[in-house]
Structure formats: structure tokens, C-alpha cells
């Protein structure tokens, strides 16, 4: 280990994003069903969501200004790391419950761990965030674990 | 639906075009450049082409477990990794197997890869039997 990871980076694992609350419309489910190339009638005609719904519904909607110059969001969960280069990420998803146009759901995002690695070109940084959606009554819908790698 | 160790799915290719690929990241209002911005794409990131989005393969790998369950199951789980990157044109082959049958639990081992073979997503699927 080549010690890229002090205390003070160490300290950000659990934190979390304050609740975020969307609404399910059928419009958007089909736009994402159309996009993703379903076959299926019932996602198409946007009567219950297809698996990984949730990603379309939840990512980050931030104004033009705080994009970066190549287009991408800035997740205000992370630190700044000392190595900036992402690679392969890894999606681990648990589907509890269907999704349906008019349902309320609220996702809420927890920093979960940072780790470090040697890789075969140097040191590599994981982190892992763990993404609950819940609807209104307070249960699972999904969730979502994503481990990224920074090299 | 009688799932056995050793079972394939159906394999399903996609090609991805700009307009696809276009919809797609509107669809997530993701305003990365390198799915659309090809001289961006090309010259100053370095790729080959316009980058697929990862998360549109692991979708496919989504599909390919649901599409095979049909009526018979529920996709619980899914896992999968992006491990190499793909572009505009290329065609993605999706596909999988049977690896386990527990009671009403089946796993299933889901790939995503390129007419090179290169595995771009491998992915560990879980699928209860029943309605």
C-alpha cells in the first residue's frame, strides 16, 4: 500500500446525501424503455418500469453551470482523491419492488467505504455508494451498491 | 419454466447508433461528451469513437435474464461490472447460463461482449421462480 488514503479521506465513509424525491411518470418510463432498446410491451407502454428504471430516475439533474467542461456532474458525496482517473465500475442491484407510473420514490446515497489496492500499474482507489430507494410507505423499492476504481 | 445447470439464454446482439446512444443519455440527462461529442470523443479523450454508456450494457444484461424468465420468475439481483469500453457501431453480444437451481432460485451468469470476444460486462444474475 502505498498509503494514498489518510485519516481525513478515511473519515468521509458514511456520508450520505440528503433524500431525494422524484415522482414515476409513464412518459418517462417509456422514453427510457425506447432508449434501451426493450422488446417489452409492458415497459414500452410504460405500464410498470424495466430493471435499472431507477438509474434514469435518479441522476443527478444539476444546472448547466456546475457541469464540468466535459459534461459531467460533480457528486458532492465524494472527497477529493488523489487519483482522479476513473476506470471499470461495478453495479450490484437489488429489485425488492415493482416500480409503476405515479409512484413517489425517494432515493437516499451513502459513501459506504473507501479502500486501496496495488494494481499492476500502480495504486488503485476504491469506493463504494450505497443508494436506498424507498417509496412513500417507507419500504425497499431497490438497492444499489456501485463500486468505482480510481487510478 | 424447468431451469437446468447449463442452460443458455437467448443471446441478443445490439448496435448502438448515435441517435440511440443520444436518446439514452437524455433519457438520464447525462451530459458527458464522450457519448456525443465525437472530435471531443476522438481528440482530446483519446477513444476510437463515441463511448456506449456503461450503464446501457448492464441494462441488456438485465433484459437478456428478464426476457428469458418471461412470466415464469422475477429478476432479484443483478451484479456486473463495466470492464471494457465499446463505441458507436460496434455489435454487442449478450448472453448467458444457468450456473445454479436452488428450490426456486436460479442463477444465472450474464456476459456482455464484442465480435472480438472481448468480454465487455460480465454480471451475476439471481431470479426467483414463480409469480
Known amino acids: 500500500m502505498s498509503g494514498l488514503?489518510?485519516?481525513?479521506l478515511?473519515?468521509?465513509?458514511g456520508k450520505q446525501s440528503a433524500p431525494r424525491r422524484e415522482i414515476v411518470t409513464r412518459r418517462d418510463i417509456r422514453k427510457y424503455a425506447i432508449a434501451t432498446d426493450n422488446r417489452q410491451r409492458k415497459y414500452l407502454d410504460g405500464?410498470?418500469?424495466?430493471?435499472?428504471?431507477?438509474v434514469a430516475l435518479f441522476w443527478d439533474v444539476v444546472e448547466l453551470d456546475?457541469?464540468?467542461?466535459?459534461?459531467?456532474?460533480?457528486?458532492t458525496l465524494l472527497p477529493k482523491f488523489p487519483l482522479e482517473k476513473a476506470m471499470a465500475g461495478g453495479l450490484d442491484i437489488e429489485y425488492h419492488r415493482p416500480i409503476h407510473p405515479g409512484d413517489w420514490l425517494t432515493s437516499v446515497r451513502t459513501l459506504t467505504d473507501i479502500y486501496e489496492k496495488s494494481g499492476r500499474s500502480g495504486p488503485?482507489?476504491?469506493?463504494?455508494?450505497?443508494?436506498?430507494?424507498t417509496?412513500?410507505?417507507g419500504e425497499l423499492v431497490i438497492r444499489e451498491k456501485t463500486t468505482r476504481i480510481l487510478r | 419454466?424447468?431451469?437446468?445447470?447449463?442452460?443458455?439464454?437467448?443471446?441478443?446482439?445490439?448496435?448502438?447508433?448515435n441517435v440511440q446512444l443520444m436518446l439514452y443519455n437524455a433519457a438520464l440527462w447525462n451530459g458527458h461528451r464522450i457519448h456525443f461529442d465525437e472530435p471531443y470523443a476522438k481528440d482530446?479523450?483519446?477513444?476510437?469513437?463515441?463511448?456506449?454508456?456503461?450503464?446501457?450494457?448492464g441494462d441488456w444484461l438485465n433484459q437478456c435474464v428478464e426476457v428469458w424468465l418471461g412470466d415464469a420468475g422475477t429478476l432479484t439481483r443483478i451484479e456486473y461490472s463495466n470492464r471494457a469500453a465499446s463505441y458507436v457501431g460496434d455489435v454487442i453480444i449478450v448472453g448467458g447460463t444457468v450456473t445454479a437451481v436452488d428450490g426456486g432460485e436460479v442463477t444465472v451468469e450474464v456476459s456482455a461482449r464484442n465480435e472480438a470476444g472481448d468480454v465487455l460486462a460480465p454480471g451475476v444474475a439471481t431470479a426467483r421462480l414463480g409469480s
Do not use: W
Open chain 1, 135 to 137: 417509496n412513500d410507505d
Open chain 2, 44 to 57: 482530446v479523450e483519446g477513444y476510437p469513437g463515441l463511448v456506449v454508456a456503461g450503464p446501457l450494457i
Open chain 2, 1 to 17: 419454466m424447468n431451469p437446468k445447470v447449463g442452460d443458455h439464454l437467448p443471446e441478443r446482439r445490439h448496435t448502438v447508433g
Open chain 1, 124 to 133: 488503485l482507489i476504491f469506493y463504494e455508494i450505497v443508494m436506498d430507494v
Open chain 1, 47 to 54: 405500464d410498470v418500469a424495466p430493471p435499472m428504471f431507477h
Open chain 1, 5 to 8: 488514503l489518510t485519516p481525513e
Open chain 1, 10 to 13: 478515511l473519515a468521509n465513509i
Open chain 1, 66 to 75: 456546475q457541469l464540468t467542461p466535459d459534461g459531467v456532474s460533480i457528486d
